[in-house]
């Protein structure tokens, strides 16, 4: 996908860079030009920070939006990484160590395990595939690939004392995942979402993973979810 | 009268039916709204504009229920959905 973006700031400028074509001549699938308005909409939402942050976030929102109008993808908050050309993803409330454990699974796995997004991947329907795509808003240390995967697995993370594994019900766990992902306003996009989301969590296999921060956490998860 | 606000949507999801907002509404209610099979049948109801004896009788009707569970079921449910404000004030 080609998305045409303009950067005032050169902290987007440099976030995008790796992420950049070669060609000019690609047609862009989106176009995204911020107004005044769409960055004061951001500052209400995170008050206090600086305004290049601004710029970034409200870009990445405009194209989850295009995204979830035109090209049968959403935005889903969590850690997403590869094995042998399969995507896992962690989702959990803020703090809980999505990244921390992905983290666990490069120690233990080493150069097998590809960072797809540490942060906020998009994910996308295509031909009854769902994929996860590597984007530049990819968390706190930058982890991500210009890659997408085939989803194989959708992990809640739970800390606990013992790493313990379970396949759940995804539909029992909507209201979690409609607070991970951009909501939109409008009823199309909004039926867009939950017929992506009811097909996903009911078709890609979901767990629910309690665990503490080791590799034996990342090998319980491994092993029950491959 | 008994009637829903403007801009929610419901739908099946799942085994499930939820309501969930859009338009202005969505800046209101964050939260997700899980319907049972009886809850969708009132919530039909209330979308049109109702009132509670006629929601009585329709429950009556259609479902084998004992006119005074079906009371305090309407009731629950209406005292719900305005808590959750989905309730035009009457």
């Known amino acids: 996908m080609y998305i045409d973006i303009e950067p005032y700031y050169e902290y987007t400028y440099r976030q995008l860079l790796p992420y950049t074509a070669d060609t000019q001549s690609a ?6 030009r911020l107004t005044k308005k769409l960055l004061l909409d951001e500052a209400k939402y995170a008050p206090g920070l600086p305004e290049p942050y601004y710029e970034s976030i409200a870009i990445y929102r405009q194209i989850c939006f295009s995204v979830l109008k035109s090209f049968n993808g959403l935005f889903f908050h969590c850690s997403a990484l590869a094995v042998n050309n399969e995507a896992y993803i962690f989702t959990a409330q803020s703090g809980t160590g999505k990244s921390t454990h992905a983290r666990m699974w490069r120690e233990t796995f080493g150069d097998s395990v590809v960072m797809i ?26 982890l991500s690939s210009n890659i997408k995967v085939p989803l194989k697995a959708i992990c809640f993370l739970k800390r606990g004392e013992q790493n313990v594994i379970s396949q759940v019900n995804g539909t029992d766990w909507l209201s979690f995942v409609l607070n991970q992902t951009i909501v939109p306003k ?3 996009s909004m039926n867009n979402l939950l017929n992506m989301l009811e097909k996903m969590l009911t078709e890609v296999k979901t767990y629910e ?10 090998k319980v998860a491994y092993e029950f979810m491959k | 009268m008994i009637k829903s606000k403007e801009g929610l949507l419901v739908r099946k999801f799942g085994e499930k039916y939820i309501i969930v907002a859009i338009d202005d509404m969505a800046d209101e209610m964050h939260s997700l709204i899980t319907l049972n099979e009886t809850g969708l ?25 004992d006119k005074e569970t ?21």
């Open chain 1, 27 to 32: 047609k862009a699938d989106i176009t995204v």
């Open chain 2, 70 to 90: 079906a009371e305090n079921d309407i009731k629950a449910f209406v005292e719900k959905a305005a808590q959750a404000g989905l309730l035009e004030d009457a």
């Open chain 1, 186 to 188: 409008d009823t199309q």
């Open chain 2, 41 to 65: 049948f009132l919530w039909k109801m209330i979308e049109k504009g109702t009132e509670t004896d006629a929601m009585l009788s329709s429950m009556l009707e259609t479902y084998d229920v």
């Open chain 1, 209 to 218: 993973l309690r665990c503490n921060i080791s590799h034996e956490a990342a």
């Open chain 1, 117 to 142: 997004n540490d942060d906020k991947p998009l994910i996308r329907l295509i031909d009854d595939v769902f994929y996860v795509y590597g984007t530049p808003w990819d968390g706190k240390h930058s």
